[in-house]
C-alpha cells in the first residue's frame, strides 16, 4: 500500500540554524499539508500547498518557514532560523483532492 | 481556538467490551469529520470517516455517528481489542481543506 514518506525521522539542531524537513507524497496526490504537533498538545496545521503555491497557511507559518517542492516528488518544508518552539513533530500530509489526508511517519525536530 | 473538542483525555475498557470516543465541535461549516489513530512516535493513521450528509458510517468493528443538531460525533469500537490501545484524534475539515484536530483521547484496551 502506497505510503507517505517523511526524512529524517530525527533532527536536532541549534537555535538560529536552518532545517528542512522532506516528504515524498503518495503518488497520484496533488494536494500537500505540513502539520505540526507539539509535545502534549494537538496537531496544528501549518500549510497546504497544491499547484506549487500555497493554498493556505496558518498564523504559525511566518516569515521563518517555506515549502516548496523542487523536483516534483519531495515537498520540503524549510525552517529559516529555527527557535527553541520550533522543537515538535512535523508531519507531512498528502491527499488526491478529497478529505480524507494520508500522514506520513513525521520528523521529531529537537531544537537546542 | 478549541472548534474541535475531546473532553475525554483518556479512556479504559476491558478487551471484548465497546469503546466510545466522543468529539465535540463548534464550526457549523465544517462539512466532513474523521477519526485518526496515533501510536506514539508515529504518524496519525485514517481510520474512519462521515460526511455531514450522514448520521452513520460503519467500517467493520468501527462505526461513527454524527449527530449535527448537537454538533458531536463519536466513534464505536466493537469488540475493542488491546491493539486498538492508542491516542485517537477526531478531526474536521470544510470543503476538503486543512484539518482541525481535537486534542486526543487515550485510549486503553485491557486483557
Known amino acids: 500500500e502506497p505510503e507517505v514518506t517523511q526524512t529524517p525521522s530525527h533532527q536536532v539542531t541549534q537555535m538560529g540554524q536552518e532545517v528542512i524537513l522532506r516528504c515524498v507524497p503518495i503518488?497520484?496526490?496533488?494536494?500537500f499539508y505540513w502539520y505540526r504537533q507539539i509535545l502534549g498538545q494537538k496537531v496544528e496545521f501549518l500549510v497546504s500547498?497544491?499547484?506549487?503555491?500555497?493554498?493556505?497557511k496558518s498564523e504559525i507559518f511566518d516569515d521563518q518557514f517555506s515549502v516548496e517542492r523542487p523536483d516534483g516528488s519531495n515537498f520540503t518544508l524549510k525552517i529559516r532560523s529555527t527557535k527553541l518552539e520550533d522543537s515538535a513533530m512535523y508531519f507531512c500530509?498528502?491527499?488526491?483532492?478529497?478529505?480524507?489526508?494520508?500522514f506520513g511517519p513525521g520528523t521529531r525536530l529537537l531544537v537546542l | 481556538d478549541q472548534q474541535v473538542k475531546q473532553n475525554s483525555p483518556s479512556l479504559s475498557v476491558q478487551e471484548g467490551r465497546i469503546s466510545i470516543l466522543n468529539c465535540d465541535y463548534t464550526?457549523?461549516?465544517?462539512?466532513?469529520f474523521l477519526w485518526y489513530k496515533k501510536y506514539p512516535a508515529e504518524g496519525p493513521t485514517f481510520l474512519i470517516s462521515?460526511?455531514?450528509?450522514?448520521d452513520k458510517n460503519e467500517d467493520g468493528r468501527f462505526t461513527v455517528f454524527l449527530n449535527k443538531s448537537a454538533k458531536h460525533l463519536s466513534l464505536h469500537i466493537v469488540p475493542s481489542q488491546p491493539g486498538d490501545s492508542a491516542v485517537y484524534f477526531c478531526?474536521?475539515?470544510?470543503?476538503?481543506?486543512?484539518?482541525?484536530f481535537g486534542t486526543g483521547t487515550q485510549l486503553k484496551v485491557e486483557l
Open positions: 500530509a498528502t491527499t488526491t483532492g478529497e478529505e480524507t489526508q494520508y
Open positions: 503518488s497520484n496526490h496533488l494536494y
Open positions: 500547498f497544491y499547484n506549487n503555491e500555497i493554498s493556505e
Open positions: 464550526n457549523s461549516m465544517f462539512d466532513y
Open positions: 462521515i460526511s455531514s450528509i450522514k
Open positions: 478531526a474536521a475539515t470544510r470543503g476538503g481543506n486543512k484539518l482541525t
